[in-house]
Nanobody, 118 residues
């Protein structure tokens, strides 16, 4: 069992930056692929960024070049650095942990609100 707790959300002006953190409890954090999703009001949840256990990253086209993700396995933490924020980045951001061990293990955090507005 893995519990995920996000932090770092808030209100920021367009063009600003925020860094989200997601701390995982439980063992074997380094074996999980970690994802960041977001969900804006009235829209489906979308995948924003992924970092694999090996450190490979991928991003949605809408955030490429503006967002980065990293992980610190010693701290059981994954980060989402968001730069050049736009109003359309406004959403609840969720941390997700996935690993396949005979079956898919899939865990979610409670989400953190990011609002980009002047």
């Amino acid at each position: 069992q893995v519990q995920l707790v996000e932090s770092g959300g808030g209100l920021v002006q367009p063009g600003g930056s925020l860094r989200l953190s997601c701390v995982a409890s439980g063992s074997s954090f380094d074996l999980y692929t970690m994802n960041w999703y977001r969900q804006a009001p009235g829209k489906q949840r979308e995948l924003v960024a992924t970092i694999t256990s090996g450190g490979s990253t991928s991003f949605a086209d809408s955030v490429k070049g503006r967002f980065t993700t990293s992980r610190d396995n010693a701290k059981n933490t994954v980060y989402l650095q968001m730069n050049s924020l736009k109003p359309e980045d406004t959403a609840v951001y969720y941390c997700n942990a996935q690993r396949i061990v005979l079956r898919l293990l899939n865990y979610w955090g409670q989400g953190t609100q990011v609002t980009v507005s002047s």
